[in-house]
């Protein structure tokens, strides 16, 4: 199984993922593990509307919202720093942070935070030409950009446009593995930065844990991408880690109304009004401690 456009989807990884408030205390012991994403005048309606899930290419649209309603403060703390970048020497390393640092750019763009936001353009121009990237896809947005900061959607636009060419150059070279070390970067990196700014098991917000939840359908796409390119070592390394941690995700259910549920096997969509989950505070906090392990092997030099 092939995801579409891997790279060129990595910059919109972290935004499906909801914002929450600082996590605090421990867990109370009355906490019921099951959360719903139904409305409740959802069944009043003769015909509600449908909401998608994105189980292997993911979009901002909703998360935006869940964002704003939170009202979350930026912080730097979370970024992978450029200093790093230096580092970076082998191209395994080189190719699964140039997927992190791309993400990490989808971060900044949130906050609209022009000038860091091309500090994490240059470096990612700067990681992928380890890889053999062509300057040319990322120096011309670069001049761009400079020539006006205004624009943070054109900012993020063009860099959609500069790893849809980073794409096409390394299939065309033979070197999709590359890609999917890229592609598992950046949704390693969009999950470290949901489940260290998004959970709080004191308060939990139902619609941010179902986004959680709904990632075990994108690990197994992930999973299932990665299959393709065993003949890289490194990438039956963390084909290893992510099975681990699909065990935590194979814990819960999702469950859909009958009848509610439909799947469009060639967008990669789930369409429901909504759906039920029962996983709990203990499996959220072993997914959230896994991934912030196995970060912390990605990035660290």
């Given amino acids: 199984m092939k995801m579409k456009r891997p790279l060129s989807i990595i910059l919109l990884l972290l935004l499906p993922f909801a914002f929450s408030c600082k996590q605090g205390g421990k867990e109370k012991e009355s906490f019921v593990p099951t959360f719903s994403t139904y409305k409740s005048d959802s069944l009043k309606k003769d015909q509600p509307v449908k909401n998608e899930i994105h189980y292997g290419i993911l979009t901002p649209v ?3 919202t869940i964002f704003n309603r939170l009202g979350i403060p930026y912080t730097n703390d979370i970024l992978n720093p450029l200093t790093n970048k230096d580092e970076y020497l082998s191209s395994s390393k080189a190719s699964i942070n140039t997927g992190i640092y791309g993400v990490d750019f989808a971060y900044l763009k949130i906050f609209g935070l022009g000038q860091q ?26 001049k761009k950009v400079q020539n006006d900061m205004s624009e943070p959607d054109t900012i993020f636009l063009l860099m959609n446009d500069a790893y849809t060419k980073m794409e096409t ?4 070279g033979g070197r999709e593995s590359t890609a999917g070390l890229m592609v598992m970067g950046g949704w390693i990196e969009a999950m470290y930065i949901a489940t260290q700014l998004v959970y709080n098991p004191q308060k939990p917000d139902a619609e ?6 709904q990632q075990k359908y994108t690990l197994t796409t992930l999973l299932s991408f990665l299959k393709n390119y065993y003949d890289d070592p490194v990438v039956v390394y963390y ?5 681990f941690l699909k065990n935590y995700f194979d814990s819960f259910d999702i469950y859909f109304e009958k009848g509610d549920l439909e799947i469009d096997t060639a967008k990669q969509v789930l369409r429901s009004t909504g759906s039920k989950t029962t996983v709990s505070i203990e499996t959220l906090n072993e997914i959230k ?3 912030a392990s196995l970060r912390a092997e990605m990035v660290k030099p």
């Fill in 62 to 64: 909703e998360i935006s």
């Fill in 117 to 142: 936001m091309i500090d994490y353009m240059v470096t990612i121009r700067e990681m992928s030409n380890k890889l053999g990237i062509p300057d040319s896809y990322l120096t011309e947005p670069i």
């Fill in 169 to 172: 150059h390394l299939r065309e």
């Fill in 208 to 213: 941010v844990i179902q986004k959680i939840a």
């Fill in 239 to 243: 084909s290893k880690k992510l099975k």
């Fill in 289 to 291: 401690d896994y991934i």
